[in-house]
C-alpha cells in the first residue's frame, strides 16, 4: 500500500518562497501522475498543480501559474513543490495525491493522499 508523506509547510511573509516535499513509500510515482490540490478553512479542496510522472507533462491551476513550480526525483521518489510570490490567499493545507488518470484536475479521480501539510502567508 502506497503511502504520502507531505512536508516543507510553514509560515512565510507575502512575496517569499517555500518548497513542499512529497514522498512515496511502498511503491514509486511511476505510471502515476502526482498532484497537488490545497484547502482553506471552509472551503472547498482545489487543484494546484499536477505532473504526469514519466512524461513530464504538467498543469497548473492559472491561480498559480508563474509562481508556482512542480518537479520530480526519481531517485529519491519525491514530488516538489517550488512555490515563489507568494500571497496570502495561497494559505491553506497542502496534499499531495496520486492518480492512475493520465490528465485530471479533479480531486475524486485522486485516489491516495497524504496527511496535508499547513501553509501561511502573511501580509
Known amino acids: 500500500q502506497v503511502q504520502l508523506v507531505e512536508s516543507g509547510g510553514g509560515w512565510v511573509q507575502a512575496g517569499g518562497s517555500l518548497r513542499l516535499s512529497c514522498a512515496a513509500s511502498?511503491?514509486?510515482?511511476?505510471?502515476?501522475?502526482v498532484g497537488w490540490f490545497r484547502q482553506a478553512p471552509g472551503k472547498e479542496r482545489e487543484f494546484v498543480v499536477s505532473?504526469?510522472?514519466?512524461?513530464?507533462?504538467?498543469y497548473y491551476a492559472t491561480s498559480v501559474k508563474g509562481r508556482f513550480t512542480i518537479s520530480r526525483d526519481n531517485a529519491k521518489n519525491t514530488v516538489y513543490l517550488q512555490m515563489n510570490s507568494l500571497k496570502p490567499e495561497d494559505t491553506a493545507v497542502y496534499y499531495c495525491a496520486r492518480s492512475f488518470l493520465i490528465a485530471t484536475q479533479t480531486p475524486s479521480d485522486f485516489g491516495s493522499w497524504g496527511q496535508g501539510t499547513q501553509v501561511t502567508v502573511s501580509s
Open positions: 511502498g511503491r514509486t510515482f511511476s505510471r502515476y501522475t
Open positions: 505532473i504526469n510522472w514519466d512524461r513530464g507533462t504538467t
